[in-house]
């Protein structure tokens, strides 16, 4: 079937479906963890700290990771999370007795790794399948990609918790595992090898990026993305729980279908924002400004005493929809002003940023939340949004640093 599209496309298909593959059992995994551990008598904390690693190495694996894609390729990179995923999943189906804290935080460890070389090897490839020329191609193509993403790391919340249910814990990452190695198998044999080399091999010096575009990308993705973290990671999720009394059920429920509705938004993106050559970085702005008020108002409302359940649904999905067309700006920026040549050294070192910002905003919102509360978070993710826009603003035409190269 794949042999009447043209290479370039049957490597995206390819691409798209591991990573696809990938999101899938990365959510379905996260929610079997939570849900087994807990039922196993685990307390918040102790649950929260098996993810402790899984975000921090994700902060080591795209600096690392970029570099190790400009020298190796790619589709080698992508293949190498892969297996280290299907590996991750090996080390759960061990007895149940020899699944302490320290062992699944290094199961945890290894999966977040996998998970940040898949998703910058996939992110990297995209540049190179689109001519320079087709940006508005190149836009489509990452809002796919990163709202598909999404989309499927909801549906796999809702996989991990049927899977439990239904084959218990070790059957259901049994199952993941096996899905996983039919997907990777079909991607040693079908990816080439050779995309994203280098052509001069970049020293480990390299791994910091030296281009003030980049650099203020990453920036801009690193408050972006604590701004979400510091109230929807742990603030949000504790207060439905413990101030509105949802059950835990419907709160994943919740916050699952939250996630596929922004995956989404993200995938649809420049039905929005219009074409992508006209400007990126004025939307970039003009969306980040809009963005930077779901947070203030939602936080006006519950201080006005408006009602709670009603204000926060309503204003998690505007920030949602809000979100997800800044994330998907911002996903084409990144992928548009690095080079082709060493691409993942560019795209690496940004996701680098993103994991830092999401760890910022996870430590944020458990320390905000139990200190002051829920409007506090609020108010910081306002703060976060606005230094983003700020620092995005003075982003440089495109144009321009293409001339400069």
Not at 81 to 109: D, H
Not at 160 to 180: I, K, N, S, W
Not at 256 to 268: C, S
């Amino acid at each position: 079937m794949l042999a009447r599209f043209s290479p370039a496309l049957r490597q995206y298909f390819i691409v798209t479906g591991n990573y696809w593959a990938f999101t899938l059992t990365d959510g379905a995994l996260r929610m079997l963890v939570v849900l087994y551990f807990h039922q196993l008598g685990y307390s918040g904390l102790e649950v929260a700290m098996l993810f402790l690693f899984y975000e921090f190495f994700g902060v080591v694996t795209n600096l690392f990771g970029g570099w190790l894609g400009a020298r190796w390729g790619l589709n080698r990179t992508m293949n190498i999370g892969l297996g280290l995923q299907v590996v991750a999943l090996a080390m759960l189906l061990v007895p149940s007795a020899w699944l302490t804290v320290l062992w699944v935080m290094a199961a945890q460890a290894l999966s977040g790794i996998a998970k940040d070389l898949n998703k910058m090897s996939a992110k990297s490839t995209i540049k190179l399948l689109v001519p320079e020329q087709q940006q508005g191609q190149l836009y489509k193509w990452v809002a796919l990609l990163t709202g598909s993403k999404n989309t499927l790391k909801g549906v796999g919340f809702f996989l991990g918790g049927l899977l439990l249910t239904v084959l218990g814990f070790q059957g259901a990452v049994l199952a993941l595992a096996v899905m996983l190695l039919v997907v990777w198998v079909f991607s040693l044999v079908f990816l080439r090898n050779d995309a994203g080399v280098a052509k001069n091999k970049p020293k480990f010096k390299e791994l910091v990026s030296k281009s003030p575009a980049i650099n203020r990308l990453s920036a801009a993705r690193f408050f972006l993305f604590g701004a979400r973290d510091v109230w929807f990671v742990v603030a949000l999720p504790v207060f439905l729980a413990s101030q509105l009394n949802w059950d835990h059920w419907q709160v994943g429920s919740f916050l699952a279908a939250w996630v596929i509705g922004y995956g989404v938004v993200q995938g649809v993106a420049p039905r929005f924002t219009g074409s992508a050559q006209t400007a990126p970085q004025r939307q970039a702005i003009l969306w980040g400004a809009l963005l930077c008020l779901s947070p203030l108002l939602l936080a006006m409302a519950l201080w006005q005493q408006a009602p709670v359940a009603a204000s926060l649904i309503v204003g998690l999905g505007i920030f949602g929809v809000l979100f997800a067309i800044n994330s998907s700006l911002h996903s084409y920026l990144i992928v548009s002003y690095a080079r082709a040549d060493g691409v993942s050294l560019d795209v690496g070192f940004y996701y680098m940023a993103n994991a830092a910002g999401r760890l910022l905003g996870t430590v944020l919102s458990g320390w905000l939340y139990q200190s002051f509360g829920l409007l506090v978070c609020l108010a910081v993710s306002t703060a976060l949004l606005i230094l983003s826009t700020l620092v995005i603003s003075g982003l440089p035409q495109r144009e321009q640093l293409q001339s400069e190269r």
